[in-house]
């Protein structure tokens, strides 16, 4: 499978700024998504990263608040703007293909103060 | 109600010990089964994919999905220390979405 790598790997932010998390992977995918998984709860799909266009967002995400890049096919940023005490969470990049099941990376770990 | 719905445990079993993990879900579009392993400080790990009901076994781990009780499990047998983690499922109707739905997880503890 896929080796995909995500940066940072952890971060401490202030109230209010926003921070780009990068989501890399070695080899062409074709589907990129982006989860977020919050303190004991489990993963929730933000949106999917589409090359050339705008990424589709879940319900209860907009594109003001998660910004999200996919300029070719191994590589996807995903913003986490304005942030509040409430984001707090671990941001996941999953890659995966039609009828395949997805691949994660080990996730960046946000605090915000 | 939730999608898929998963008991978070905790578990705790001795070393060799056959583990079951389960979720039941609500939708029956869902045609694609997934268990995860998710370590401490980690990403999910593949462990376990099938399509439609069945059963599947991969070295000490078996999944099956019943899709007439909407009801998915996960068998470890022979479980160790190094299976201490959490478990996710997680399933899709797999339309070009591609959206996962996820359980809570369970978080086993496998005592030596």
């Known amino acids: 499978s896929a080796v995909i790598s995500q940066k940072p790997s952890r971060d401490i932010c202030q109230r209010g700024t926003s921070l780009t998390i990068q989501c890399q992977v070695d080899?062409?995918?074709?589907?990129m998504f982006w989860y977020r998984q919050q303190p004991g709860q489990s993963l929730t799909l933000i949106a999917t990263?589409?090359?050339?266009?705008?990424?589709?967002?879940e319900s209860g995400f907009v594109i003001d608040k998660f910004p999200i890049s996919r300029p070719n096919l191994t590589f996807s940023t995903l913003t986490v703007s304005n942030m509040s005490p409430e984001d707090s969470s671990i941001y996941l990049c999953?890659?995966?293909?039609?009828?395949?099941?997805?691949?994660f990376g080990d996730g960046t770990r946000l605090s915000i103060l | 109600q939730k999608e898929v719905e998963q008991d978070p445990g905790p578990l705790s079993v001795p070393e060799g010990a056959i583990v079951s993990l389960n979720c039941t879900y609500s939708?029956?579009?869902?045609?694609?089964f997934m268990w995860y392993r998710q370590y401490s400080r980690k990403g999910p790990e593949l462990l376990m994919y099938?399509?439609?009901?069945g059963n599947k076994e991969d070295g000490r781990f078996t999944a099956q999905v019943d899709k007439s009780s909407k009801y998915i499990s996960l068998f470890i047998r022979d479980s160790q220390p190094s299976d201490s983690a959490t478990y996710l499922c997680?399933?899709?109707?797999?339309?070009?979405?591609?959206?996962?739905?996820f359980g809570q997880g369970t978080t086993l503890q496998v005592k030596p």
């Open positions: 999953s890659v995966g293909a039609s009828n395949q099941p997805q691949h």
């Open positions: 080899s062409q995918v074709t589907m």
């Open positions: 990263a589409n090359q050339g266009s705008e990424a589709t967002y």
């Open positions: 939708n029956s579009a869902f045609q694609y």
């Open positions: 099938t399509y439609s009901s």
């Open positions: 997680a399933m899709s109707a797999w339309s070009n979405t591609g959206k996962l739905i």
